[in-house]
């Protein structure tokens, strides 16, 4: 099954600064997603990226804040930007990779604590 | 608003014996619903799914059931091993996106 390398891994950041995280995925994906699990809570969806075009944004979230790339079929970035206290989350980033059952998989997560 | 529920953040199961996690959700929309398993400091992975039309699928010692009257889903292990101790999330497809609950809790003792 595919493979999705997450970056980094975990990470403390001070307030005010942005965070880039990566995902690479080892075979070419049409969609890739964004969420964010904050303490004691579920995944929310962030954004839907696609390549070649702009991603879309889960209610509540806006662009300026979590910019996201997606240069080409196997590779995204989330930038978690102006960050304050509240940012405070686990992201992952997943991709449909056909792999049967909607072939969901997931990247191992990016530990976001921000001071 | 939560749309997939997971009432119970936390079980507790002797090995051996069965553990059945539920799962209850919101929108009569969803038609495909997945489990996952989550290991602390790993992401998610898939365990099992069904689809809106079947009320009953298994896989080895894992079975999920739904009762789209109740809009109410449960996966059962059986017999729990203590390898299964993780939190398990419940999902529903809507469009390409999934929707989570916020995850049960399993340990199972020796």
């Known amino acids: 099954s595919a493979v999705i390398s997450q970056k980094p891994s975990r990470d403390i950041c001070q307030r005010g600064t942005s965070l880039t995280i990566q995902c690479q995925v080892d075979s070419q994906v049409t969609m890739m997603f964004w969420y964010r699990q904050q303490p004691g809570q579920s995944l929310t969806l962030i954004a839907t990226a696609n390549q070649g075009s702009e991603a879309t944004y889960e209610s509540g979230f806006v662009i300026d804040k979590f910019p996201i790339s997606r240069p080409n079929l196997t590779f995204s970035t989330l930038t978690v930007s102006n960050m304050s206290p509240e940012d405070s989350s686990i992201y992952l980033c997943s991709a449909v990779t056909g792999d049967g059952n909607y072939g969901y998989t997931f990247g191992s997560g990016t530990r976001l604590t921000v001071v | 608003d939560q749309q997939v529920k997971q009432n119970s953040p936390s079980l507790s199961v002797q090995e051996g014996r069965i553990s059945i996690l539920n799962c209850d959700y919101t929108?009569?929309?969803?038609?495909?619903f997945l489990w996952y398993k989550k290991y602390p400091a790993e992401g998610p992975t898939f365990l099992i799914s069904?689809?809106?039309?079947?009320d009953k699928n298994e896989d080895g010692r894992f079975t999920v059931f739904l009762n789209k009257s109740a809009k109410h889903l449960s996966l059962h292990i059986v017999p729990s091993q203590p390898g299964d101790s993780a939190v398990y999330f419940c999902a529903a497809l809507s469009g390409y996106a999934l929707n989570f609950g916020k995850g049960t809790s399993l340990l199972v003792t020796p």
């Open positions: 069904i689809s809106s039309i079947k």
């Open positions: 929108n009569s929309m969803f038609d495909y």
